[in-house]
Protein backbone atom coordinates (compact mmCIF):
# COMPACT_ATOMS: atom_id res chain seq x y z
CA UNK A 1 0.00 0.00 0.00
CA UNK A 2 1.25 3.19 -0.81
CA UNK A 3 -0.04 6.67 0.69
CA UNK A 4 -0.06 10.02 -0.77
CA UNK A 5 -1.67 12.90 1.88
CA UNK A 6 -2.60 16.43 0.18
CA UNK A 7 -4.24 19.36 1.05
CA UNK A 8 -1.70 20.96 3.45
CA UNK A 9 -1.58 25.07 2.97
CA UNK A 10 -1.40 28.20 4.93
CA UNK A 11 -4.98 29.17 7.08
CA UNK A 12 -5.42 31.69 9.54
CA UNK A 13 -6.88 30.86 12.84
CA UNK A 14 -10.09 30.00 13.01
CA UNK A 15 -10.12 28.55 9.54
CA UNK A 16 -10.30 24.94 7.83
CA UNK A 17 -8.38 23.22 5.86
CA UNK A 18 -9.32 19.43 4.23
CA UNK A 19 -6.73 16.47 4.07
CA UNK A 20 -6.96 13.85 1.73
CA UNK A 21 -5.06 10.26 2.18
CA UNK A 22 -5.21 8.31 -1.20
CA UNK A 23 -4.01 4.96 -0.92
CA UNK A 24 -2.95 2.87 -4.26
CA UNK A 25 -1.95 -0.55 -4.77
CA UNK A 26 -3.76 -3.04 -2.68
CA UNK A 27 -6.83 -1.96 -1.22
CA UNK A 28 -7.61 -1.72 2.77
CA UNK A 29 -7.77 -4.40 4.54
CA UNK A 30 -11.57 -4.22 5.72
CA UNK A 31 -10.14 -4.93 9.55
CA UNK A 32 -7.63 -2.16 9.41
CA UNK A 33 -7.33 1.08 10.63
CA UNK A 34 -6.21 4.28 8.53
CA UNK A 35 -4.72 7.57 11.13
CA UNK A 36 -3.50 10.77 11.01
CA UNK A 37 -0.22 11.92 12.90
CA UNK A 38 0.95 15.28 13.02
CA UNK A 39 4.78 16.64 13.68
CA UNK A 40 5.55 20.33 14.89
CA UNK A 41 9.14 21.20 14.45
CA UNK A 42 11.23 19.81 17.26
CA UNK A 43 8.71 17.86 18.42
CA UNK A 44 7.31 13.69 18.03
CA UNK A 45 5.08 13.29 15.78
CA UNK A 46 1.52 13.24 17.82
CA UNK A 47 -1.50 10.91 17.30
CA UNK A 48 -4.46 13.23 15.55
CA UNK A 49 -7.06 10.58 14.89
CA UNK A 50 -7.94 6.90 13.35
CA UNK A 51 -10.64 5.84 11.26
CA UNK A 52 -11.32 2.24 12.04
CA UNK A 53 -12.38 0.62 8.49
CA UNK A 54 -14.68 -2.45 9.59
CA UNK A 55 -17.29 -0.28 11.46
CA UNK A 56 -16.50 2.87 10.21
CA UNK A 57 -15.53 4.37 13.22
CA UNK A 58 -13.62 7.14 14.25
CA UNK A 59 -11.02 8.01 17.44
CA UNK A 60 -9.59 11.74 18.03
CA UNK A 61 -6.83 13.10 20.29
CA UNK A 62 -8.82 15.15 23.10
CA UNK A 63 -6.62 18.09 21.64
CA UNK A 64 -8.52 17.91 18.23
CA UNK A 65 -12.46 16.43 19.45
CA UNK A 66 -14.86 18.15 18.08
CA UNK A 67 -13.10 20.28 15.27
CA UNK A 68 -11.24 17.37 13.41
CA UNK A 69 -12.96 14.61 11.49
CA UNK A 70 -12.08 11.68 9.45
CA UNK A 71 -14.16 10.15 6.81
CA UNK A 72 -13.48 7.67 4.01
CA UNK A 73 -14.48 7.41 -0.17
CA UNK A 74 -14.55 4.16 -0.38
CA UNK A 75 -14.64 4.52 -3.88
CA UNK A 76 -11.81 6.80 -4.37
CA UNK A 77 -9.80 4.80 -1.61
CA UNK A 78 -9.44 7.82 0.16
CA UNK A 79 -9.47 8.80 3.62
CA UNK A 80 -10.32 12.61 4.68
CA UNK A 81 -9.48 14.80 7.83
CA UNK A 82 -11.42 17.75 7.66
CA UNK A 83 -10.02 20.41 10.38
CA UNK A 84 -12.13 23.44 11.49
CA UNK A 85 -11.43 25.62 13.71
CA UNK A 86 -7.84 25.95 13.47
CA UNK A 87 -5.98 27.07 16.09
CA UNK A 88 -1.92 27.89 15.88
CA UNK A 89 -0.99 24.90 18.19
CA UNK A 90 -2.27 23.04 15.10
CA UNK A 91 0.89 23.73 12.92
CA UNK A 92 2.78 20.80 11.92
CA UNK A 93 3.67 17.99 9.06
CA UNK A 94 0.28 15.75 9.34
CA UNK A 95 0.74 11.96 7.94
CA UNK A 96 -1.24 9.32 6.98
CA UNK A 97 -0.41 6.14 8.44
CA UNK A 98 -2.01 2.50 7.58
CA UNK A 99 -2.23 -0.85 9.56
CA UNK A 100 -3.75 -3.92 8.29
CA UNK A 101 -4.87 -5.02 11.34
CA UNK A 102 -6.96 -3.47 13.88
CA UNK A 103 -5.73 -2.80 17.57
CA UNK A 104 -7.98 -2.12 20.49
CA UNK A 105 -5.27 0.00 22.60
CA UNK A 106 -2.44 0.84 20.86
CA UNK A 107 -4.16 2.63 17.26
CA UNK A 108 -2.63 6.05 18.67
CA UNK A 109 1.03 5.01 18.76
CA UNK A 110 3.57 5.59 15.91
CA UNK A 111 5.32 1.61 16.20
CA UNK A 112 2.19 0.10 15.40
CA UNK A 113 1.58 1.76 11.36
CA UNK A 114 2.90 0.04 8.74
CA UNK A 115 2.25 1.93 5.84
CA UNK A 116 3.33 6.27 5.60
CA UNK A 117 2.08 8.64 3.70
CA UNK A 118 4.74 11.38 2.74
CA UNK A 119 3.43 14.53 4.75
CA UNK A 120 1.44 17.65 4.44
CA UNK A 121 2.59 20.92 5.63
CA UNK A 122 -0.56 22.06 8.01
CA UNK A 123 0.42 26.05 9.07
CA UNK A 124 -1.74 28.22 11.19
CA UNK A 125 -1.01 31.59 11.21
CA UNK A 126 -2.39 35.17 10.84
Known amino acids: VQLQASGGGLVQPGGSLRLSCAASGPTFSTNGVLSWFRQAPGKERDFVGAYRLSLSRTYYADSVQGRFTISRDSAKNTVSLQMNSLKPEDTGVYFC???????????????????WGQGTQVTVSS
Open 97 to 115: AYRGAWIVSNYNRVDVYTY
